[in-house]
């Protein structure tokens, strides 16, 4: 590829010439390994069962692909859905931009909560699976979601904390995060998230 050209407006220039081989290439490395390994992972679990959810990945894969070849043909000097947007207007590609920030979000707490929930939930008798959950826990701070989901996470393996003294601590206000977050808990299950777990892991007097 060649290098960057600054022209005399300032602007940059990113010229493309790069083959198609090597353009599928660099697709294939950002969201075809991650399908590669969810995929195994899957057959691994599952067995065959899991055939039709990984036919279904596959074909939506190569959906994402057919339009990433649309979307680089009407825009060749590339720079993301602001850059695409931008030729529609500069509020659309600023809404465009958080859009996709929003959505990198969402799918990333999604795509962690599914896969702690198939962990630590009928899956017992995988023997990594089982590995994984007598020997991990997780810890977190301002999360509601992680109370609310709390029974099928485990709460033997929950570890809340208030992150003091960093700035984005609950603390001065840790308790009242905690009366509103906690309120739907048992006794047992508020016990055993806010102390007996840490004091159990690092062998704690309390």
């Known amino acids: ?3 960057l050209i600054i022209t005399e407006s300032g602007a940059v220039h990113r010229p493309r010439n790069v083959d198609w081989k090597r353009a599928a290439a660099l697709l294939y490395g950002d969201w075809g390994t991650s399908k590669a390994y969810v995929i195994g992972l899957a057959f691994l679990a599952a067995g065959f069962s899991s055939l039709p959810i990984i036919l ?8 994402v692909g057919i339009n990433y070849i649309v979307i680089c043909r009407h825009f060749p000097d590339g720079g993301g859905v602001y850059s695409a947007a931008r030729s529609q207007g500069r509020l659309l590609a600023v809404v465009g931009a958080l859009l996709l920030l929003a959505d990198l979000t969402v799918t990333a707490a999604l795509s962690g909560w599914s896969a702690l929930t ?5 899956a017992e008798h995988i023997a990594w699976i089982k590995l994984l959950r007598d020997h991990i826990a997780l810890t977190f701070q301002d999360d509601w979601t992680a109370f609310q989901f709390a029974d099928q996470l485990g709460p033997q393996q929950l570890m809340w904390a208030n992150d003091f003294p960093h700035s984005d601590s609950t603390w001065p ?7 509103e977050q906690t309120k739907n808990l048992s006794p047992l299950e508020k016990d ?4 007996d777990n840490v004091a159990e892991l690092y062998h704690l007097a309390i």
């Open 1 to 3: 590829m060649a290098d």
């Open 56 to 63: 279904a990945v596959c074909a939506l894969t190569g959906l």
């Open 118 to 122: 198939y962990i630590t939930s009928g």
């Open 173 to 179: 206000w840790s308790q009242d995060v905690l009366a």
């Open 192 to 195: 055993q998230i806010l102390h």
